[in-house]
């Protein structure tokens, strides 16, 4: 295999791409994609969902069951993620969207006893997928 040097095109080339594709993100990507898309959707509702349907693809089950979400006072899972994106997501940060969340620890873990939320395993053919409906 060919040696890369930091001056050929090609390195340029992949180097470009890196910087135009990666996102920086806060904790465990896809706990974190989960709390995105809700304050997106919190956004594109306009208010509070009543209920929310989460589909999510099995990797992303197997990834977000164990995992802490970032400054939510150490809850885990897929509806603590949901619950931090929809009380204190910040859709214009992305996937560092609830860098914040920790000043509402209590409203999210509140919104967790009180949201109707289910959860679906789909199989759509895609390995990290996400969709979430308010």
Do not use: W
């Not at 095109?9 to 898309?37: D, H, N, R």
């Not at 931090?84 to 996937?95: E, H, N, R, S, Y």
């Not at 969207?97 to 789909?122: F, G, N, R, V, W």
């Amino acid at each position: 295999m060919k040696e890369m040097h930091k001056e050929d095109q090609k390195y340029q080339a992949y180097i470009a791409i890196l910087k135009e594709e990666l996102v920086p993100a806060m904790g465990c990507t896809e706990p974190i994609a989960l709390a995105y898309g809700a304050a997106l959707a919190r956004d594109l509702l306009g208010e509070m969902p009543s209920k929310v349907d989460i589909q999510v693809s099995g990797s992303i089950i197997k990834n977000v069951k164990s995992v802490i979400v970032p400054n939510t006072g150490h809850l885990k899972g897929i509806k603590a993620a949901i619950a931090a994106g929809l009380v204190a997501g910040d859709a214009t940060q992305k996937l560092e969207c609830i860098a914040h969340a920790s000043q509402k620890e209590q409203e999210i873990a509140s919104l967790l006893d009180t949201l109707s939320m289910t959860i679906h395993h789909i199989e759509n053919g895609h390995v990290f997928d996400i969709i979430i409906r308010c």
